[in-house]
């Protein structure tokens, strides 16, 4: 799971609450990434950064935020509007630049499990 | 828009066979490929990519792939199978256009269960 770490490992929450999953990276990445997956099926793009103070909006964003205030860290909130939140929700990094053929580079994911 | 097709949801082999985990891609422009692999409850370890050049392409813990432009596919193998390669395969296409920050879209899965 190389320099990235995700946390919590898993992660409660009851109904209108709002939860914040952490994700720090150490590889000096620029870009970083938020995933969803569920089970049977493949990753889905929430919401990706390439550079601080930036951030898009991936194929599933709605009932997500987040921010990134500094290089290293790329918190995820999981809003009271996102239906269906249940899921294993993976963060990634990757370097930019010039040669941006590179491949992204994922922590050990977080469970979140809606009561 | 692109796309990634693993037309399996589950491979299995016998130990010390040979594994193919099957991948079609859909891309405008030249393909940049990525499999990774998923052991239960951790992320994603990269196993190999294709960039350009040789189209057999080596990766980590004896796994190749190899791209073939007129099918438009970039199989997984491995010669010969261990009981610890049993996890979920992904393989994943990067978006051509350099502006997109190398966001990568993923096929939905392969799971590969080696027999002892």
């Known amino acids: 799971d190389g320099g990235i770490t995700q946390s919590p490992k898993y992660l409660f929450r009851k109904e209108g609450q709002n939860v914040t999953l952490s994700c720090e990276q150490n590889l000096n990445h620029d870009a970083m990434y938020w995933y969803r997956q569920d089970p049977g099926q493949g990753l889905r793009l929430i919401y990706y950064s390439q550079i601080v103070n930036d951030f898009q909006k991936g194929d599933i964003a709605e009932g997500y935020s987040v921010s990134r205030e500094k290089k290293e860290s790329f918190p995820l909130t999981v809003t009271s509007a996102q239906k269906n939140p249940t899921a294993f929700y993976l963060c990634?990094?990757?370097?930019?630049?010039?040669?941006?053929?590179?491949?992204?580079?994922f922590g050990p994911g977080t469970r979140l499990t809606v009561l | 828009a692109q796309s990634v097709a693993q037309p399996e949801d589950q491979v299995n082999v016998a130990e010390g066979n040979p594994l193919t985990v099957k991948c079609t891609y859909s891309v405008s422009g030249n393909p940049y490929l990525f499999w990774y692999v998923q052991y239960p409850n951790r992320g994603l370890q990269f196993l190999l990519k294709?960039?350009?050049?040789?189209?057999l392409v080596k990766g980590s813990y004896g796994f190749e792939a190899e791209f073939n432009k007129s099918q438009t596919s970039f199989h997984l193998k491995k010669p010969s199978a261990l009981v610890s390669d049993s996890a979920l395969y992904f393989c994943?296409?990067?978006?051509?256009?350099?502006?997109?920050?190398?966001?990568?879209?993923f096929g939905g899965g392969t799971r590969v269960l080696v027999k002892p």
């Open positions: 990634a990094s990757s370097p930019t630049g010039t040669s941006t053929y590179n491949e992204q580079f």
């Open positions: 294709y960039i350009t050049g040789d189209n």
């Open positions: 994943a296409v990067r978006e051509p256009i350099k502006a997109a920050g190398n966001k990568l879209t």
